[in-house]
């Protein structure tokens, strides 16, 4: 039995016991700005004040008193931004079995049925301290699996507490039954309320839609349930967000979107491996954008993204974590550089995708891909201040090559050095300064086996 959910919680504070966003100046970095006006700056500085961008240049003047912060040595890049990971699943990391049978769907769906709303919390906190620890600043938390009052705040409140942006998309519960409406009211209330759970703004609300077909190919959703969902959300006003045509046997998913007047650019399609030639033009004339997960999407045999596709046709493109079930960790620097070699394979040549235009994915692009370009994604005064600080004196970086090429094809998580959100230092010297790690890791550790007893009951 899952224990009952206890009455819906009160929101945290907006800053939830993070440390305050204090002014900071990082000196003599390498800037990748990724902001096409301001381009790469050799030995610069990034000036930050009340969480925001101030200035950047070289040996700039700041006020007296101002805390420093070395990059000497360092690439200081924007922080990297993820745009679908199902983070309520984090608890079970690499559970997905190698064999026919209990594959990803069914451990998913069968451990997420035994979810309580403590589980969400705890396998959440522990996916945000995996992205501070691997520069991402940005998460687009994909929850499906909301089961009753308390789970969505439960996702919410482990978002608030990490310093980290992020859009919560409230979804169905796992296994939630195909001729069953989502909780719409449970959405509206949290909709209604948002203000107080929003952590003074950094965090914004979506829905996470099954439409016609859902995360699970298996699954098939009746129109007017499928329609009834997506009118609700946007007569809220809120983005939407929707697995399809990752798997061949979902062909035809965005054509009934299409068909039905469904696409915008308030939605995101999650991979659309499949997707036909009119689907994607479909999704270009509607200025709907793309998430492509190609760790989990080459892992689960969706076949190969299709990023060049899209970016050709003009689609906004971000890349995605999708689930660590799947894929294991959340090592954006690893995404970025798969994305890019498929690109390449695709086209039979080495220049298809520049390491650059990866990087922009990852950052900039992500951002837009999210509606979030006018606060993150680049390093720009005025947005937001969203950076990470790379290391280079690992064994695996050692040189201070090209900066772009570095962070795609040499980076990894442990040469993130500073992490830096909203102007709240979250790692720095390479650790964690907002998570009590051993804490983290032990309330995962108690979910996961609680789920795992549980469900094997159940
Ligand atoms: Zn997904």
Request: glycine share 14%; with cysteine.
């Amino acid at each position: 039995m899952v224990p009952a959910p206890p009455a819906r919680p009160a929101p945290p504070g907006p800053a939830a016991g993070l440390p305050e966003p204090g002014p900071l100046v990082i000196r003599g970095g390498y800037v990748l700005t990724m902001d096409p006006q301001a381009g790469d700056l050799p030995a610069a500085d990034v000036h930050i004040d009340g969480g925001r961008i101030a200035a950047v240049g070289p040996e700039l003047a700041v006020p007296a008193g101002t805390p420093e912060l070395s990059a000497d040595g360092m690439i200081v890049a924007p922080g990297l931004v993820d745009t679908h990971w199902h983070m309520w699943n984090t608890l079970l990391r690499s559970m997905s079995a190698d064999r026919r049978g209990p594959g990803y769907f069914k451990v998913m769906i069968g451990a997420g049925r035994a979810y309580a709303p403590e589980d969400i919390y705890a396998s959440t906190r522990l996916a945000c301290a995996e992205a501070v620890s691997s520069g991402i600043t940005t998460v687009h938390d994909w929850c499906h699996n909301v089961r009753g009052p308390g789970y969505a705040e439960a996702g919410v409140r482990a978002l608030a507490e990490s310093g980290l942006r992020a859009r919560f998309s409230y979804g169905v519960a796992a296994g939630h039954p195909n001729d069953q409406t989502m909780d719409l009211d449970g959405l509206a209330g949290l909709h209604r309320d948002w203000g107080a759970w929003s952590g003074g703004g950094r965090l914004s609300l979506g829905m996470a839609w099954r439409g016609p077909g859902g995360s699970n190919p298996a699954v098939r959703v009746p129109a007017a349930i499928y329609r009834k969902e997506i009118e609700a959300a946007r007569a809220l006003g809120l983005p939407v967000t929707v697995h399809a045509c990752g798997p061949l046997t979902a062909q035809g998913q965005i054509a009934a979107l299409a068909a039905g007047g469904l696409l915008g650019p308030d939605l995101q399609v999650v991979h659309a491996n499949c997707a036909t030639g009119d689907e994607v033009a479909a999704l270009a004339d509607a200025g709907t954008q793309v998430s492509i997960s190609p760790h989990s999407e080459l892992l689960i045999g969706y076949g190969l993204p299709r990023t060049a596709e899209f970016l050709a046709a003009g689609i906004g493109v971000g890349l995605s974590v999708d689930s660590t079930v799947l894929t294991g960790n959340a090592d954006m620097f690893s995404i970025m550089r798969v994305t890019q070699g498929i690109v390449n394979a695709q086209a039979h040549e080495e220049f298809a995708m520049t390491h650059r235009q990866a990087l922009a994915l990852a950052t900039i692009e992500g951002a837009r891909s999210l509606g979030m370009a006018g606060v993150t994604g680049s390093i720009t005064p005025g947005k937001r201040a969203d950076i990470i600080c790379v290391a280079t004196g690992g064994p695996n970086l050692g040189v201070l090559t090209d900066p772009a090429h570095l962070l795609v094809t040499a980076a990894q998580p442990a040469n993130v050095d500073t992490v830096i959100a909203g102007g709240r230092v979250l790692k720095r010297g390479g650790a964690l300064t907002a998570f009590d790690l051993p804490q983290v890791r032990e309330d995962a550790r108690r979910a996961l086996a609680g789920v795992l007893a549980r469900a094997a009951s159940a």
